[in-house]
């Protein structure tokens, strides 16, 4: 009897044109947004490829100068010296034997990857950085840039699948069967096919599969299309894994628009109202929620202002200028292995603006620790409300699936920071000690190596949205049972 | 093959039947008479248990319509003022979709035809989309759909209302070649003369009650136009 | 005849148990948007105010020290918000709202405070206009999905028209009775932002706040009166109220969501933008090779044959200025060609996929009212421009004035060759910079710039009221 009824349904959907236009437009949108999908990631790879490039050029040519000075010695004699600071170059030691030059002028770029699924759900890695210079400058010289884009389109917000799914798979799914029931009790054919042996249940559950199994179908293939489209490769576990959560979060998630369409229709209404009100509720779960609890999250948790902290750092930069022979004591208090052996007082440019960093560094510490608690409040906010949208539980979802989650990003930049206190280590003992850098030196520099994330601690933050959407979706199902009871098939 | 007992409806306070007592046997043409609102409609829809009882029962071929409904509807066609149909599929694939919901999967597409065939509508017309059919194509459809379902017992609310004479004149005579194959057939109508033509037994409602029964060979036509004009006072 | 009829509708509709639901969320969300949008708002102008005080003060107080330090430890520029920016604060969260001032570079905005968001802030953010964009026109199709359709299906069409009520007068009727239940929403909102607005900042609003108020008001009426003209005639044409319905929604759904991530994504595949990365290793890179392929090494060398023969001498000793001095200034000067051809081109480049944004306004009356909201409420980029430019001018000010005076009060110094090469200035030399202020581009250019905004969003009005008549003409009386 299902099948029969499915089969009905799908020959009735192929002719009209409402199921026709709706395919189309959503595989014009999929295909778009794949195309921009990409264009955002091959955008960012360029970027950090760009500015590693750039960084890596400069260091090559600061080696090629250290391998002719060590020629240069090699041929005349002579001993390699540490080069002092000097802004006039010329002869004499190059700049590239100077680790604090290297160190400080140069920056390695630390780069988070983007995963199979990054063209997918662009999440907040538009106004990211994602790849970080590290250097010997403070925290906040590392983040402190960011990733720039037309602001007008980036308050607009991408157009990448996850738009698609989030906000025009509904609409799609809506026009497919906001009247479902309705449209059947305008023409009169409910009637006629009630006085057969098939039960509401049996229909209304036909005329979901029907409908359901075209739209999954077209959206889970395009999906994979649109990731070999965007060159993802399909050759990792990984890949595969995230994919397969990006397809569980997107099928629970129609199904519980689905499920809405059937909980209004069995209440009997017109067509029209039951259109009235699927909008308004489209409305209210995709853009009127999310937005409120956005604003509570702001409200009940505003993150310090950047301004501020500018500000402080200020304040600290000056304050550690203005006692630098205090901030230079401390600093050699601290590092007494590096104290220059004869040179008591380095009090050159670099030493100066090393020991400054390290205490604007010290003095903004708690500032940093407000902003992070901020946005973990925020988050954690964030975590507890989106079970009062679908929209909010699939965006988490998504961007976690696609590797652009917030907390991807924390982690990341908790290694970044990691690997700019090695960098800064290496090449600040090496300048305190002015111990020069030599050619070979150069390919020992700390290296960092991006560790991706273990699949359970990306499970485990899945689970939150995924579990929310499963129950949401089991409780649509079961609420319009008793309801379905009740239901006139005739008027009065 | 069609029961009312002791069958009652009342939506809030208002009765729409006050305890109808009813049999159709096979053979049967049960004519229902009474003004709008008199609980014709009611009564069918109580059969097709599109609305559920307040007490009684209305059985189907002995079943109990709102107990087991999907079983009684293996005995029912229901033919309503207006057939409605899928108006973009055509009168063919309108009847085959149908007959298969009614559990009838066996046909082939020339027992499709035939069906048509048989009730007068043309071939061409068969393979037409039902958008462009007139009201009296639709009911034949529906005829069909009974046919081929094989019902033995058909719920008809106002089946002529509307059409032409010479389309009513083909219906009854169709109503009359089921009748000979034995199903049992409960009609709702105002058309006092096709029920005395067609119908076997005549019921006269009023207000939620059948105040009268009586059999169309023990009456004539003015008989009963006068009969029924009396009850409507 | 007009007035009879609308007076049926307005009432009719709010009798409407759907209405007043509806009227009473859009209030809640409306009024939430204000005053939240107001909150925001002082809240930021607080924070500005007090952190340009702070740094305008850090510069003088840095300490003594040497001018052309001075220029590296530089200042910061805060962007101030005009009062609108309550009711629409356009890009505000991802522009940047400081930019570093220092030497030898010239910076784009930092402190996006989008990047210290949850990811679900690009849901979009609460404020007024937001809600007059999207949630409005969605009122008014509810009200006007029904205005003839429904007629017509319930059969009082036939009837009215069988009393002798002309067409025209039945459309204008209709709009009005709509329109009267639509301001009974919006008016009480409107007016407590209003108040709000006297009551605070009004005398830092600057120039033509009047106007600005005027004008965005006037977009708002013709975005919403297209509206509700196509929902009258659309639901005149349609044959149904839900085939209305589905057109009207659809049509909402494109316009409102579909249409700006659209017409944004073209621009952005039309006139792609570099990334930072690539942007920096460009201008670096062109910066090392001078803006016209001679190195700045080679061009200071020339610099300073330059001055010798100016001064007729022969070695940097001899030099009334400060070499040093001097040499920074070059360099400094060497850049500025650089900056500007890249700063240029991307600001270009934004230009330009906004200019392509607005032509697709065309396609969607959304996009026209975008724009002009955003610029009169001075939150868009024509305003970001302005203040980044304003702070590039500063920046320049601020090192010529530090190297041209340590180019004169140092130059005895370009004879001595040890530790004490160094001169030391104090909070005297350094208050020759005067404070940044950011001065707004002028009303007149604004407006300007939104001519063809505010022509294509009059076109989709006119286009709407005649489609609204053709559709009550044509219109059959008819369920068919």
């Excluded at chain 1, 192929?14 to 014009?28: C, E, K």
């Excluded at chain 2, 919901?101 to 393979?127: I, K, N, W």
Aim: charged letters at 20%.
């Amino acid at each position: 009897m299902y099948r029969l009824i499915v089969s009905h349904e799908t020959r009735l959907l192929a002719r009209t044109g409402a199921l026709w236009a709706i395919l189309l437009l959503l595989v014009f949108a999929i295909g778009f947004a794949a195309l921009a999908g990409g264009r955002s990631v091959t955008r960012q790879a360029k970027g950090a490829a760009d500015a590693a490039a750039f960084e890596d050029g400069v260091r090559a040519r600061m080696q090629a100068d250290t391998e002719a000075y060590a020629a240069r010695l090699a041929a005349s004699g002579g001993t390699y010296e540490f080069a002092t600071v000097d802004h006039v170059p010329g002869r004499g030691p190059p700049q590239g034997t100077n680790a604090g030059v290297v160190g400080a002028e140069t920056a390695a770029y630390v780069v988070l990857p983007p995963t199979g699924l990054a063209a997918l759900s662009i999440g907040q890695s538009d106004i990211q950085l994602r790849y970080l210079p590290a250097s010997m400058g403070t925290t906040l010289d590392m983040v402190k840039n960011l990733e720039i884009e037309n602001p007008v389109n980036l308050r607009t917000g991408p157009f990448d699948i996850a738009f698609v799914v989030i906000f025009l798979l509904p609409i799609f799914i809506l026009a497919l069967t906001y009247d479902l029931l309705s449209s059947e009790k305008e023409r009169g054919t409910l009637a006629m096919i009630l006085a057969h042996p098939v039960s509401l249940r049996e229909l209304l559950a036909s005329k979901i599969v029907a409908r359901a199994s075209v739209m999954l179908a077209v959206v889970m293939g395009l999906g994979l299309l649109a990731l070999l489209g965007v060159g993802t490769q399909l050759d990792q576990v990984e890949t595969w894994l995230r994919f397969g959560l990006w397809l569980l979060a997107t099928l629970l998630y129609s199904l519980f628009w689905f499920l809405l369409a059937v909980l209004v229709n069995v209440h009997g209404r017109s067509s029209a109202t039951n259109g009235i009100m699927l909008a308004g509720t489209w409305l209210i779960l995709v853009v009127i929620v999310p937005t409120l609890v956005s604003l509570l999250a702001t409200t009940l948790y505003p993150a310090p202002s950047r301004m501020d902290l500018i500000v402080a750092a200020r304040e600290a930069q000056t304050a550690g200028e203005k006692g630098m022979g205090d901030a230079l004591d401390r600093f050699y208090a601290e590092h007494l292995d590096q104290l220059p052996a004869g040179d008591q007082r380095a009090m050159d440019f670099l030493t100066l603006s090393q020991a400054n960093a390290a205490s604007i560094e010290k003095a903004l510490l708690p500032l940093y620790q407000q902003f992070r608690e901020q946005a973990l409040h925020q988050e954690a906010l964030v975590q507890r409300f989106q079970y009062l949208s679908p929209a909010i539980m699939m965006q988490l979802a998504l961007n976690e699936a696609s590797g652009t989650s917030t907390a991807r990003y924390q982690d990341f930049l908790d290694q970044a920071y990691r690997f700019r206190g090695e960098w800064n280590d290496y090449f600040a003992s090496r300048f305190l000690a002015r111990s020069p850098l030599r050619p070979e030196d150069y390919d020992r520099f700390p290296r960092f190596e991006y560790v991706p994330e273990p699949a359970a601690a990306v499970m485990a933050r899945l689970a939150g949205p995924l579990a929310g959407l499963l129950l949401l979706c089991i409780g649509m199902a079961l609420l319009p049972l008793r309801q379905l009871r009740r239901y006139q098939v005739a008027a009065r | 093959m069609l029961e009312a007992i002791e069958l009652k409806k009342s939506y809030g306070s208002h009765e729409a039947l006050k305890g109808l007592n009813l049999r159709v046997g096979a053979g049967d043409i049960y004519c229902l008479l009474g003004a709008n609102g008199a609980g014709k409609t009611t009564t069918i829809n109580l059969f097709l248990n599109f609305v559920t009882p307040t007490s009684g029962e209305a059985r189907v071929n002995g079943i109990d319509a709102n107990a087991d409904p999907l079983q009684t509807k293996r005995y029912l066609a229901y033919i309503p003022e207006q057939v409605m149909l899928y108006g973009n599929l055509s009168g063919l694939e309108n009847l085959e979709y149908f007959a298969r919901l009614g559990g009838h999967d066996g046909y082939s597409a020339d027992d499709y035809r035939g069906f048509l065939q048989r009730v007068g509508l043309q071939e061409d017309a068969a393979a037409r989309r039902v958008k462009t059919y007139s009201k009296g194509m639709r009911q034949k459809v529906g005829v069909a759909i009974a046919l081929a379902k094989q019902a033995r017992a058909l719920l008809l609310d106002e089946p002529t209302s509307g059409l032409d004479p010479k389309a009513s004149n083909e219906f009854s005579e169709l109503l009359l070649q089921l009748k000979g194959e034995g199903a049992a057939i409960l009609m709702a109508t105002h058309d006092l003369f096709r029920a005395k033509e067609t119908g076997t037994r005549i019921g006269i409602m009023r207000s939620g009650r059948l105040v009268q029964e009586l059999s169309t060979d023990e009456v004539s036509h003015a008989d009963l136009e006068r009969i029924y004009l009396e009850h409507m006072r | 005849m007009i007035i009879t009829i609308a007076r049926k509708e307005f009432s009719e509709i709010v009798r409407d148990g759907r209405f007043r639901w509806m009227a009473a969320l859009m209030m809640l969300l409306l009024l939430t948007a204000m005053l939240s949008g107001w909150q925001r708002f002082s809240h930021y102008a607080a924070i500005q105010a007090a952190a340009q005080g702070s740094t305008n003060q850090q510069w003088l107080e840095q300490g003594d020290k040497n001018p052309h330090s001075a220029a590296h430890y530089g200042n910061y520029a805060f962007k101030p918000l005009r009062p609108l920016a309550f009711f629409d604060n356009g890009i505000t969260s991802y522009a940047g709202t400081a930019v570093f001032m220092e030497a030898h570079k010239q910076n784009f905005a930092i402190a996006r405070p989008a990047s210290d968001s949850s990811a679900i802030a690009r849901f979009g953010e609460l404020n007024g206009a937001m809600i007059l964009q999207l949630l409005l026109p969605l009122l008014i199709i509810f009200l006007g999905f029904t205005a003839f359709a429904g007629e017509r299906e319930s059969g009082t069409l036939r009837q009215l028209m069988s009393m002798g009520v002309s067409r025209g007068s039945l459309l204008w009727g209709k709009a009005a009775g709509i329109a009267a239940a639509v301001l009974v929403v919006v008016l009480p909102c409107l007016a407590v932002a209003a108040v709000a607005l006297a009551a605070t900042g009004l005398e830092t609003a600057g120039g033509g706040i009047g106007t600005r108020i005027a004008l965005v008001a006037a977009a708002y009426l013709a975005y919403a009166a297209a509206f509700l003209f196509l929902s009258l005639a659309v639901s005149a044409w349609a044959g149904s109220s839900r085939v209305a319905l589905m057109v009207l929604v659809g049509f909402w759904a494109f316009t409102a969501f579909l249409m700006p991530k659209t017409a944004a994504e073209v621009s952005r595949l039309a006139v792609p933008s570099p990334a930072f990365g690539s942007f920096m290793a460009d201008m670096k890179a062109h910066q090392q090779r001078g803006i016209d392929g001679v190195s700045p090494r080679v061009r200071l060398a020339e610099y300073r044959d330059e001055l010798f023969r100016q001064y007729g001498v022969a070695r940097i000793a001899d030099l009334p200025v400060y070499w040093t001095a001097m040499s920074m200034q070059k360099l400094e000067e060497l850049d500025h060609p650089v900056f500007e051809q890249h700063y240029n081109s991307v600001r270009e480049q934004y230009a330009a996929q906004l200019r392509l944004q607005d032509r697709l306004g065309l396609l969607a009356p959304l996009l026209p009212l975008r724009s002009i909201s955003m610029a009169l409420s001075g939150t868009d980029l024509i305003e970001h421009n302005k203040f980044m430019a304003d702070t590039e001018v500063f920046r320049r000010n601020m090192v010529v004035k530090m190297n041209s005076y340590l180019s004169k009060a140092a130059a005895n110094l370009n004879a001595v060759n040890d530790a004490t090469n160094y001169m030391i200035a104090n909070e005297e030399v350094f208050a020759i910079v005067p404070p940044f202020r950011y001065e707004p581009p002028a009303l007149g250019m604004v407006i300007a710039s939104q001519a063809g905004n505010f022509a294509r969003l009059a076109g989709w009005l006119v286009a709407a009221i005649v489609l609204a008549l053709v559709a009550v003409r044509r219109m059959s009386l008819e369920r068919n």
